[in-house]
């Protein structure tokens, strides 16, 4: 994991990402489980998974979705925003083994940064897919031509920031509200 955050122009089109490994225990399955409120037979009651079908309790979506975007923002830092995690299920994360996930940035445009991925067990793979993210410092999007306003120059600012000035905005509309009132009195 780490605590510093990538920036968007330390980050290329093939970097890979180093490898998380999830030891799937039984205790891991059963507690996200829990955890996410699925309370499904098949993650936490080995006879009842058997009866339907499968040789023990396994993995469900919502962790394995959770173990994605832990291993993106391992990678990425704390300051990354996932934007979407588009993934698909395949083999299942049963206890005893190991998951590895891996990937690489398969795209970079417009300040959004594109990681395939993939989560292999020892049946085969258990997840793959893409996740968008949005990392600090993106490049802002100036526009050149001549009949910009000031406002079409400057980089787009924070929802903190913004409230920031609309707070701003509205008392200077306050204050001058009042003297105006104050002008037509006299």
């Given at each position: 994991m780490t605590t510093k955050s990538r920036r968007y122009?330390?980050?290329e089109v093939g970097d890979e990402i180093p490898m998380l490994e999830i030891p799937l225990t039984r205790t891991l399955i059963v507690s996200t489980a829990i955890a996410s409120r699925d309370y499904q037979d098949v993650h936490?009651?080995?006879?009842?998974?058997?009866?339907?079908?499968?040789?023990?309790?396994?993995?469900?979506?919502l962790t394995t979705n959770g173990l994605v975007g832990r291993y993106i923002t391992d990678w990425a830092g704390p300051n990354a925003v996932l934007k979407s995690v588009r993934i698909r299920l395949g083999a299942p994360n049963y206890?005893?083994?190991?998951m590895r996930i891996t990937g690489s940035v398969t795209g970079k445009a417009d300040g959004l940064i594109e990681v395939g991925l993939k989560g292999s067990n020892g049946l085969g793979d258990h997840v793959t897919g893409t996740v968008t993210l949005a990392l600090?410092?993106?490049?802002?999007?100036?526009?050149?031509?001549?009949?910009?306003?000031?406002?079409?120059?400057?980089?787009a600012k924070t929802d903190k920031q913004q409230a920031k000035a609309d707070k701003q905005q509205a008392k200077a509309d306050k204050k001058k509200s009042k003297k105006s009132k104050k002008g037509r009195k006299k």
């Open positions: 122009d330390d980050v936490h009651d080995p006879a009842l998974a058997n009866e339907k079908g499968s040789q023990d309790i396994f993995m469900n979506i206890p005893g083994d190991t600090p410092d993106a490049p802002i999007a100036w526009k050149a031509d001549s009949g910009a306003s000031e406002a079409d120059t400057q980089p």
